[in-house]
């Protein structure tokens, strides 16, 4: 058993933004960037481009990965079964065992007892085929609402993605949705978040800071969920604030990406 520590299209998310740079970059640079830091895992997460993929770019996709030594993970928002469908056909195609997803999306917003109802429907596709499909924490919907589905549901291939630090803006304390989310954990987002004073000393900021510098207790978090025990993954995600240009930002970064996978490995041994 083992923990297999990824990188997520949120490690490049100001670099593959049209709105935010000139030459966004492509999923091939970020495997390349990936491959470069040693990483072999890179979640392509609510990254949308992916969905008018088609078979051969597909294929192409998938063999520049094995190139590089680089697998994948998914993720999408919504889960009407339609939806995940797709998803899973993108996952068969990049031999995806892992697919993350989002109750809500920008057009629908289903209720606990209808996105159960969703679940059961699409989570049989995905038992057929043995990928996993993880819920992930956020402020728009409890945790405790999420485990409720999750275990009503009731099947192995569903499950929890954990991301701590989403839950803070719903006013869940970290270590709470940890405990609560623990036993159904099948993905992790490594976050690190912190709270300073905004300029004049009036409210809050609450951010993404590098691992280890801030109120995440990750060593907590692992401790409850057993990552490596459970043949979960662990995915660096982070919000790099923007730094009033493209080249500064893109910069931080990368430094950023650079330093949380060097802790992250640290923490690993």
Known sequence: MSTTIGLSTYSFFWQWHAETVAEPITLTGMIDKTAALGATLLQICDYPLIESYTDEELRILKAYGDSKG???????????????????????????????????????????????????????GYEAVGVTLALETYEQVSSSV???????????????C???????????????????????????????????????WVGFTLASCPLGEGQLDYHGMIAAVGPAEKNINQIIEHWVPWQGDSATTIALEDAWTSKNLETLRSYAK
Do not use: W
């Not at 803070?168 to 405990?179: G, K, Q």
């Open 146 to 160: 999420l485990v409720d589905i999750v275990t009503a549901v009731g099947s192995p291939n569903l499950g929890i």
């Open 162 to 200: 954990l991301d701590p630090a989403n839950c803070v803006a719903a006013l869940e304390h970290p270590a709470d949705v940890v405990r609560r989310t623990a036993p159904l954990v099948k993905n992790i987002h490594v976050k690190d978040f912190s709270f300073s004073r905004r300029d004049g």
């Open 70 to 124: 680089v697998t994948f993970e998914l993720g999408t928002r919504g889960v009407t079964p339609e939806h995940l469908a797709l998803y899973l056909r993108l996952a068969q195609a990049l031999d995806v065992t892992l697919v993350r997803s989002m109750l809500y999306t920008a057009t629908s917003r289903p209720t606990a007892s209808e996105a159960e109802q969703m679940l059961k429907d699409a989570v049989v």
